[in-house]
């Protein structure tokens, strides 16, 4: 079992900073991949970024990408999206996910474990 909870968020004006932690408990937890999302009111649920296990692996939404960063520090059970130059179609809730296979990493399904979710609030 794994267990996620999300922490960062905040109100933020365009072009500012925001990074975003997910503290896992739960053994193995080096041993997952995870990933971000957000969901914007009356949205579907969206990939931002994922990371494989090693860290060595990582993929981002195109909007996000030279912008955002995943990152992870398995000794301490944190992964992390370092947000930069935000913009106001970034605001929306932002959740981390984990799983034991990943496939494409940017479809919520292929996820088993979820966070209850950060705000982050761009404003223009």
């Known amino acids: 079992q794994v267990q996620l909870v999300e922490s960062g968020g905040g109100l933020v004006q365009a072009g500012g900073s925001l990074r975003l932690s997910c503290v896992a408990s739960g053994r193995t937890f080096s041993h997952y991949a995870m990933g971000w999302f957000r969901q914007a009111p009356g949205k579907e649920r969206e990939f931002v970024g994922g990371i494989s296990w090693g860290g060595i692996t990582r993929k981002y939404l195109d909007s996000a990408k030279g912008r955002f960063t995943i990152s992870r520090d398995n000794a301490k059970n944190t992964v992390y999206l370092q947000m930069n130059s935000l913009k106001p179609e970034d605001t929306a809730v932002y959740y981390c996910?984990?799983?034991?296979?990943?496939?494409?990493?940017?479809?919520?399904?292929?996820?088993?474990?979820w966070g209850q979710g950060t705000q982050v609030t761009v404003s223009s």
């Open positions: 996910a984990a799983t034991q296979v990943v496939r494409s990493f940017v479809v919520p399904s292929e996820y088993d474990y």
